[in-house]
């Protein structure tokens, strides 16, 4: 406790942590998307959720960090986490830094809630802004599918 | 790199085996179809070694650390891939119900795979002649091995059947990949 007290006081004497923050996330932000995929994906809900809300919290990467919430959701796949994932989802997508996975995830959602309006424009806006996607002709499929359904 | 509970080679008698004891192998011959679970049927095209657990068979020729052919004939919503583990939190993947192709091999690979490798070229399948789909995993041990997998399933009467074979990228993955190109065409529902 005494040696941790005496580095708070050294980094406070230097500023704090407030001043090198900016240069922080400035290191970690290439490497963040693919930690938070390892976080989310130990399934450790409980331990993901209170990180992703600080991380939601500091406003940094709001796209990726609401994205990731979607993805905790997603996995974790409680009564209402369907309709928290659609939601967390689209936060993502009012953010530039929301990556593209986002849309597909959100488009596949809204197949299964039935929204074939939303799910056709989300998959399509994956395709066009991925058109080499590793999913590409599953993603078509499903496209079909809803085309078929809405005949 | 992320160290999995159920990661393919740290649990590669754990998958063969199963708090049941140790599994018993036995011989699936070259010349007689095969049922997998009393839910699918292959013909083997050749001589190989079966281990059977609660779940799954896995099928090799020169050990499963080298190739390794592992069924899933019928998984259940709500199941993961592989048992609970023996203690500790049980925070498997499951499989669920409506799964969008993307999200099952998603499921995989969390599952099998140490290293979350993405799925490549995902596409559609006709597997045990359902509208089904297909995958390509590639990934490097925490040991350093790079291995490469083939993972082909579908959705028949709301359960998850999948086929996924995996072996050492170096002279194993190409050694038996035509014959389980053929396994893989006479999968049939039993």
């Known amino acids: 406790m005494v040696r941790l007290q005496e580095l708070a006081r050294s980094v406070n004497a230097r500023g704090g942590i407030g001043r090198r923050r900016a240069e922080y996330l400035a290191q970690i932000e290439p490497l963040l998307s693919v930690s938070l995929g390892d976080e989310v994906s130990r399934r450790d809900f409980p331990a993901t959720d209170v990180l992703l809300r600080r991380l939601v919290a500091t406003g940094a990467r709001p796209g990726t960090a609401h994205f990731f919430q979607g993805e905790l959701y997603r996995l974790r796949g409680l009564s209402e986490d369907g309709q928290r994932a659609i939601g967390a989802y689209r936060q993502a997508l009012e953010f530039s830094d929301a990556p593209p996975q986002t849309l597909r995830n959100l488009g596949l959602l809204l197949v299964r809630s039935d929204d074939r309006a939303g799910a056709r424009s989300a998959l399509e806006r994956y395709l066009e802004l991925v058109p080499d996607a590793e999913d590409r002709e599953m993603v078509k499929v499903r496209l079909g599918h809803i085309e078929e359904v809405a005949r | ?190």
């Not at chain 2, 399933?153 to 053929?182: C, I, N, P, S, T």
Request: with cysteine; aromatic share 8%; charged share 20%.
């Open chain 2, 1 to 190: 790199m992320t160290t999995r509970p159920y990661a393919w080679l740290v649990c590669a008698l754990a998958l063969v085996g199963c708090a049941v004891g140790p599994p018993r192998p036995a011989l699936i011959e070259q010349q007689h179809s095969a049922v997998i679970g009393g839910a699918l049927t292959v013909d083997p095209q050749i001589e190989w070694t079966s281990l059977r657990a609660e779940g799954h068979e896995t099928w090799t020729v020169d050990g499963t650390a080298l190739d390794a052919l592992v069924f899933f004939p019928a998984v259940a919503d709500g199941e993961g891939l592989l048992p609970p583990p023996a203690k500790g939190p049980d925070t498997r993947p499951r499989f669920r119900r409506g799964m969008s192709e993307t999200e099952i091999a998603e499921l995989v690979v969390d599952t099998l795979f140490p290293g979350r490798p993405q799925p490549r070229n995902l596409r559609p399948f006709e597997f045990a002649r359902k509208p089904g789909f297909r995958f390509d995993v590639d990934y490097v041990t925490p040991g350093g091995l790079h291995r490469k997998a083939l993972v082909a399933g579908a959705v028949v009467q709301d359960r998850l059947r999948l086929m996924v074979y995996v072996a050492v990228a170096l002279h194993y993955f190409a050694e038996y990949r035509d014959v389980v190109e053929r396994i893989l065409s006479s999968v049939q529902l039993h």
